[in-house]
C-alpha cells in the first residue's frame, strides 16, 4: 500500500474512532449510526415518500400528437395480461417470499436475512422512484395513446395537438398515456426477479470459481475446483424467465412499444445488480454466499466478527496469503497496525 493511501486510510481510522470515543447522547447516537444499517433505512425511506409523491401528484409531460398517427393508435386492453396486483405478486411478494424460505432452508443467521431484505426491498424502491420519473419527465404517447384519449370528432388530421383534445373523463386512463418510456412492469419486474437471481447464484454458488477451505489465512487462500451444476444454473435463471415474460406482455397489451420494454429491463437489472454488490461480492468469488460484513454478535457463524465490537471483514481473491493486498469491503479497518520484528532464523 502506498504511503500516501495507508496516511489517508489511518486518517479515517482515526476521525471515527475519535467519534466513537465521544461520550454522552452525541456518542451513544454516533456509535449506533456507524455500527448500524440505519442510513440504508432512512434513503429508503426517503425513496419511498418520494415515489409515493410523484404517484399522487406528478402530472406527466404531455407531448403533442396527431390523431392519424398509426403508432398510437392500437387498441386499449381493458384487461392486461399482468395487472399491477399480479406485478407485486411476482415480482415483490412471491421473491420476498422465496428470499425468506432460502435463507432458512440455509439457515442463515438474522444478519442475513436482513442484508437479503433490506437489499431487495432498496433495489424495488429505487428502480420504481427512477423509473415513474423519468416517465413523468419524457412524457412518450404509449401505442394505445388515441383509444385512451377519445379525440373529438371535430380534431383535425394531420395536425399537432394537446391532451385539451382529449374527452376521456377517467384522469388516469388519460393522463397514464403518456407514460410509456420506459416500461414500469419491465423495471419492476427485472429488480425484484432479478435481485431473487442474483440472490440465488450466490447462494448456491453457481458462478464461483473457487471454494474457501477452513482453517487459516494460508488454507483460505486455497484454489478448489467446484462443479458447475446445471439444475442449479437453470434455477437461478427461472427468476429472469419470469421477469421476460411480464415484459412481453407489456407489448402485447399495447402498452409499451419494444424499445420502452428493453430500456425498462436493463434499467431495473443494472439499478438490482448496483444494489447487490453493495452487499455481496461478486458471483466468481469464493465467499459469494457472504456478505461483505456485519455488526459483532451478527456474523458469529464465521467468526467475522472484530473483538472491539466493530465491523468484520470478508476475505476475497484478490487478498494474497499472508497479508497481501486487502480490499476494504464494509468498513474502515479500526485496528491498530501491528509492528513486525525482524525476521528470525528459520527453525
Request: with cysteine.
Amino acid at each position: 500500500m502506498a504511503p500516501s493511501t495507508l496516511h489517508s486510510s489511518r486518517t479515517r481510522a482515526g476521525s471515527l474512532g475519535s467519534i466513537e470515543s465521544k461520550h454522552g447522547l452525541i456518542g451513544s447516537v454516533s456509535r449506533w449510526w456507524m455500527r448500524s444499517y440505519t442510513s440504508d433505512w432512512v434513503a429508503f425511506s426517503l425513496l419511498l415518500v418520494g415515489y409515493i409523491f410523484i404517484a399522487a401528484f406528478v402530472e406527466p409531460f404531455h407531448r403533442l400528437f396527431t390523431i392519424n398517427d398509426i403508432r398510437i393508435s392500437f387498441p386499449h386492453a381493458e384487461v392486461e395480461r399482468v395487472p399491477v396486483s399480479h406485478l407485486f405478486a411476482y415480482a415483490l411478494f412471491l421473491p420476498l417470499a422465496l428470499l425468506t424460505l432460502t435463507n432458512y432452508l440455509l439457515s442463515s443467521p438474522r444478519h442475513i436475512h436482513h442484508l437479503t431484505t433490506l437489499g431487495f426491498l432498496t433495489s424495488i424502491i429505487l428502480t420504481t422512484f427512477l423509473t415513474d420519473l423519468i416517465k413523468n419527465m419524457v412524457g412518450r404517447p404509449r401505442p394505445d395513446l388515441i383509444a385512451r384519449c377519445q379525440p373529438h370528432p371535430d380534431t383535425p388530421p394531420n395536425k399537432l395537438v394537446g391532451v385539451e383534445v382529449c374527452t376521456q373523463t377517467d384522469h388516469h386512463t388519460l393522463h397514464d398515456g403518456w407514460r410509456s418510456f420506459p416500461s414500469g412492469h419491465s423495471s419492476f419486474a427485472f429488480a425484484g426477479l432479478g435481485y431473487l437471481a442474483l440472490f440465488w447464484c450466490g447462494q448456491f454458488r453457481v458462478f464461483s470459481s473457487s471454494s474457501s477451505g477452513g482453517g487459516g489465512v494460508i488454507d483460505g487462500m486455497e484454489k478448489v475446483l467446484v462443479k458447475r451444476d446445471l439444475l442449479k444454473a437453470l434455477l437461478c435463471l427461472s427468476p429472469l424467465l419470469g421477469a421476460l415474460m411480464i415484459a412481453i406482455s407489456r407489448c402485447m397489451d399495447y402498452r409499451h412499444d419494444v424499445e420502452d420494454v428493453c430500456v425498462g429491463a436493463v434499467m431495473g437489472w443494472v439499478i438490482t445488480y448496483w444494489n447487490y454488490r453493495r452487499y455481496w461480492p461478486r458471483l466468481s468469488s469464493g465467499r459469494c454466499e457472504e456478505p461483505y460484513s456485519g455488526m459483532t454478535g451478527e456474523r458469529e457463524y464465521a467468526g467475522q466478527g472484530d473483538v472491539n465490537g466493530r465491523y468484520g471483514r470478508v476475505r476475497d481473491e484478490e487478498e494474497g496469503a499472508g497479508g497481501g493486498f486487502q480490499r476494504n469491503v464494509g468498513t474502515f479497518d479500526l485496528t491498530p497496525p501491528v509492528e513486525l520484528g525482524p525476521l528470525g532464523s528459520p527453525t
